[in-house]
């Protein structure tokens, strides 16, 4: 099977490519060319805020893994994030109907979810997303375009919305906190003890390479982690851990930092770092009849 992927040298995309590849013929579109990848194609997409030319790309392709968008990137402008999350989904899609693709899997986010997500435990039973953020509404307006065109066209869609993701190289909170610890910079998480579900980037990879065929992934939106939660300061710790280097982290009133972080308009930052936000993924298991082929002890093992 032929497989299209954007987004490819991003964080999850070269670990997708290199996954996918070995099982299919992978077209490879990124920012730049890989030029270390031996075993699939590699080409440069262009700037997805404009409209692009699909067809090249999209000749003899069976299946569109959409990756590509903007997620870590705090200064990009609410405007810009949905011409990229956004119109430039919708524009691929046309393109996959013309072209006659097959299969589309689009890569959305917790996020659609909103400040709300820390409440509840997320399952395939949560109520309608009510995405708080630029980059959450970019993506739950993504998704509904994506079954728009999969109710009107021979198209089978799958959506997979995952929590954080990490693993080696991760970019974004990760990275931030990662550079933090290596700089000895104490940390008040000593007393955080919630829990967050997160999915190891190669777990997150297998689960999108069994939607590539799996016919229960068809018109299903899938929830995916690692299985088990851990809290903040378990990150921390293990995060360190990984990179050689001793965590300093105090206690600080729980109630005193969300009262901060909301009188300074960040109260995202508070629910990501102190609340909690538990997936309940069984049903992705039931559907598909896959399992997380990494544990959270075996993940941090591994990257």
Same mark, same amino acid.
């Given at each position: 099977m032929r497989v299209l992927i954007t987004g490819a040298t991003g964080f999850i995309g070269h670990n997708l490519c290199e996954m996918v590849s070995k099982v299919h013929q992978v077209q490879a579109l990124g920012r730049s060319v890989n030029t270390e990848a031996l075993s699939y194609q590699s080409m440069i997409i262009p700037d997805l805020a404009e409209k692009i030319n699909w067809v090249p790309y999209l000749a003899g392709v069976d299946c569109v893994i959409h990756l590509a968008g903007i997620a870590?990137?705090?200064?990009?402008?609410?405007? /810009?994030?949905?011409?990229?999350?956004?119109? +430039?989904?919708?524009? @691929?899609? &046309?393109?996959?109907?013309?072209?006659? $693709?097959? /299969?589309?899997?689009?890569?959305?986010?917790? +996020?659609?979810?909103? @400040?709300? &997500?820390?409440?509840?435990?997320?399952? $395939?039973?949560?109520?309608?997303?009510?995405?708080?953020?630029?980059?959450?509404?970019?993506?739950?307006?993504?998704?509904?375009?994506?079954?728009?065109?999969?109710?009107?066209?021979?198209?089978?869609?799958?959506?997979?919305?995952?929590?954080?993701?990490?693993?080696?190289?991760?970019?974004g909170n990760i990275a931030a906190l990662n550079r933090a610890l290596k700089k000895h910079i104490p940390l008040p998480f000593a007393n955080v003890n919630n829990k967050r579900s997160m999915v190891y980037v190669k777990n997150l990879t297998a689960c999108i390479t069994h939607c590539i065929t799996h016919p229960g992934a068809i018109g299903n939106t899938f929830l995916v982690s690692d299985g088990l939660s851990i809290s903040t300061k378990d990150f921390l710790c293990r995060l360190a851990a990984k990179g050689g280097v001793k965590p300093y982290l105090f206690s600080m009133p729980i109630e005193f930092m969300r009262a901060t972080l909301t009188l300074l308009n960040k109260k995202a930052i508070f629910n990501k770092l102190w609340g909690d936000l538990c997936i309940d993924s069984t049903e992705t298991g039931r559907l598909l009849d896959w399992q997380p082929p990494f544990t959270v002890d075996a993940a941090w093992q591994n990257f």
């Open positions: 870590h990137q705090s200064n990009i402008s609410p405007e /810009r994030m949905y011409q990229i999350n956004t119109v +430039a989904t919708k524009h @691929l899609l &046309a393109a996959c109907v013309e072209a006659k $693709v097959k /299969r589309f899997i689009f890569l959305s986010s917790i +996020a659609v979810y909103g @400040l709300n &997500a820390s409440s509840t435990v997320l399952s $395939v039973e949560t109520p309608a997303p009510n995405p708080s953020t630029p980059y959450g509404h970019s993506k739950w307006l993504a998704e509904q375009l994506v079954w728009q065109c999969c109710a009107t066209h021979n198209v089978e869609g799958v959506i997979i919305r995952p929590p954080l993701v990490y693993g080696k190289n991760a970019p």
